[in-house]
């Protein structure tokens, strides 16, 4: 079993910034990709960013693409999810989540880890 643990989440104006960040343990050998997705009251969970832990390659969806960046540390097992230019849609609760195969890095059934999830508020 894989462990995530998300922190970072908070309150942030319309434009501002924040960094989450998902710390994974256990059994981490057998994951191969990190990401994040995001769920806001009455809506489906959307996939945000994925990056696949031993190239780095990164995945966005084109709704956050060029103001959110996803990276990692491999030697913390923490994936962390830069935040820029936080717009009134935005808001969310935020899952960390770990694959095990990237094959459906975009979809939710694609991961097999799921953390708690972190709040992410925009204020106008």
């Known amino acids: 079993q894989v462990q995530l643990v998300e922190s970072g989440g908070g309150l942030v104006q319309a434009g501002g910034s924040l960094r989450l960040s998902c710390a994974a343990s256990?059994?981490?050998?057998?994951?191969?990709?990190m990401g994040w997705f995001r769920q806001a009251p009455g809506k489906e969970r959307e996939f945000v960013a994925t990056?696949?832990?031993?190239?780095?390659?990164?995945y966005y969806s084109d709704s956050v693409k060029g103001r959110f960046t996803i990276s990692r540390d491999n030697a913390k097992n923490t994936v962390y999810l830069q935040m820029n230019s936080l717009k009134p849609q935005d808001p969310a609760v935020y899952y960390c989540?770990?694959?095990?195969?990237?094959?459906?890095?975009?979809?939710?059934?694609?991961?097999?880890?799921w953390g708690q999830g972190t709040q992410v508020t925009v204020s106008s």
């Open positions: 989540a770990a694959a095990r195969s990237l094959r459906d890095y975009g979809l939710a059934y694609g991961y097999e880890y």
């Open positions: 256990g059994r981490t050998f057998s994951i191969v990709a």
């Open positions: 990056i696949s832990l031993s190239g780095g390659n990164t």
